[in-house]
């Protein structure tokens, strides 16, 4: 068998939910983001997924913070920068596409798409079809590949719908969202059954949630897998002890994923597995 591509870590910095009141470390400002970006860079992550905040903390998809933000982490480093289309929880379609305005030398190198609606905490996170096929279109309008966030075993069949609308190219590259409440657990046999579920030639990344970020990683790795960590999904780099920003967390990714053989991914070359343009 031939040994798996070099392993693309991704670290998703800032999220929508965490606050300064549940982590110190979590980055806000454009100068934040970049500095711990860089950190990130230097740890091994080849991506970053990111939010932004207003300048009281609050979730943003806000077109110019994102532009401050990527302009801020290109300055200091290549690591390749996927923007959030997500945004939080209540946003509205149009919001949520704030980072897709950004063309030219700003335009991000990826976006979110996540094809279904999925209970979130408490909460809701709404994608009904409509503003999936909406957002879907603008990624696609703007030359980006989307990377597929699956809550849970359905959005995989749904991103199969938007390939036959034209919306999406198969295959694709999926990101498996395991371990929010209300969503699919973090268990093995889920992932199993996910990367099964893709379609021939995809690619895959594993988020897991909290406790369950790091163990996920090393899953990820053993599957052949790439793997996502960073304050958005876990504050911990293990019990009780915060991570010292998204760093440390990448820093503990690349140890546990060398640990069982795997290489890991400049940007260059996650840009090229991952087919960005
Ligand atoms: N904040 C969540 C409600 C994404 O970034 O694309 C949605 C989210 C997904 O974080
Ligand atoms: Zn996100």
């Known amino acids: 068998m031939s040994a798996p591509p070099p392993m693309i870590i991704t670290a998703a910095m800032v999220g929508a939910e965490v606050t300064r009141k549940d982590t110190p470390y979590l980055p806000i400002t454009a100068e934040e983001i970049a500095e711990d970006a860089a ?5 091994g992550a080849a991506m970053v997924h990111i939010h932004v905040r207003n300048p009281d903390g609050t ?3 806000d077109t110019e913070l994102f532009r401050a933000a990527i302009r801020a982490i290109r300055k200091k ?18 919001e949520r596409c704030g980072p897709l305005k950004l063309t030219g030398g700003d335009r991000p190198d990826m976006a979110t798409l996540t094809t279904g609606t999925v209970n979130f905490g408490e909460e809701v996170f709404w994608n009904p079809r409509p503003l999936v096929r909406e957002i879907a279109a603008r990624i696609k309008a703007i030359g980006l590949r989307p ?3 699956c809550f849970d075993a ?4 749904e991103a199969n ?6 919306l999406i190219e198969l295959p694709a590259h999926y990101d498996f969202v395991l371990g929010v409440p209300g969503g699919l657990g973090a268990r093995p046999e889920a992932l199993d059954f996910l990367r099964a579920s893709i379609p021939e030639g995809s690619t895959w990344t594993c988020a897991a ?14 599957r ?4 996502r960590v960073g304050l958005e999904d876990n504050i911990y780099l293990s019990k009780g002890v915060l991570a010292k920003g998204n760093w440390e967390l990448v820093v503990e990714a690349v140890k546990r994923a060398r640990a069982h053989g795997r290489e890991i991914a400049t940007p260059e070359q996650a840009r090229e597995i991952l087919r960005l343009t």
């Open 39 to 43: 950190k990130c860079r230097e740890a």
């Open 59 to 61: 979730p943003s998809q």
């Open 77 to 94: 480093c290549d690591i390749l920068i996927q923007t959030s289309t997500g945004g939080a929880v209540g946003m509205s379609a149009e």
């Open 147 to 149: 990377e597929i966030e």
């Open 154 to 157: 359905g959005m995989i069949d």
């Open 161 to 166: 719908v938007l390939a036959k609308a034209g």
């Open 209 to 222: 949630m909290a406790r369950h970020q790091l163990p996920f990683v090393e899953l990820a790795a053993v």
């Open 224 to 227: 052949g897998g790439n793997a």
